[in-house]
C-alpha cells in the first residue's frame, strides 16, 4: 500500500509561480517506479502533465507545460516536486500526484490532490 499527501497548491496570480509536493509514504520505492502529476480542470478530464521515471531521474512533460513546469524527485524524502513558473489561467485546476511501480502502464495509487487557481 502506498500512501501520497500533496500539498502546495493555492491561488496566484497570472504570470507566477507555485511548487507542489508530494510525499510517498512508501520507504523503498521499486526500482522502476514513475512518479507523475496530473490535473482536472471543472468539467474537463484529468490529463497527464509530467512525470519522472525514480532512479534515472528521466523526465517527461506535456506540451501544454514544457519550459514552464519542472518536476524533480528528492530520494531521501521520498518526495517528488512540480515547480511551476509563468503560470497562466488555463492552469487552474486540481492537481494530483501518483505512483506508478513500472515504467509503464496505468498509475497504481493517488493523491487526494490539491488545487491550484491562477486569476487573469
Known amino acids: 500500500q502506498v500512501q501520497l499527501v500533496e500539498s502546495g497548491g493555492g491561488l496566484v496570480q497570472a504570470g507566477g509561480s507555485l511548487s507542489l509536493s508530494c510525499v510517498v509514504s512508501?520507504?523503498?520505492?521499486?526500482?522502476?517506479?514513475?512518479m507523475g502529476w496530473f490535473r482536472q480542470a471543472p468539467g474537463k478530464e484529468r490529463e497527464f502533465v509530467a512525470s519522472i521515471f525514480w532512479s534515472a531521474g528521466r523526465t517527461v512533460y506535456a506540451d501544454s507545460v514544457k519550459g514552464r513546469f519542472t518536476i524533480s524527485r528528492d530520494n531521501a524524502k521520498n518526495t517528488v516536486h512540480l515547480q511551476m513558473n509563468s503560470l497562466k489561467p488555463e492552469d487552474t485546476a486540481v492537481y494530483y500526484c501518483?505512483?506508478?511501480?513500472?515504467?509503464?502502464?496505468?498509475?497504481?495509487?493517488w493523491g487526494q490532490g490539491t488545487q491550484v487557481t491562477v486569476s487573469s
Open positions: 512508501r520507504r523503498t520505492l521499486p526500482r522502476y517506479t514513475t
Open positions: 501518483a505512483f506508478r511501480g513500472s515504467l509503464v502502464g496505468d498509475y497504481d495509487y
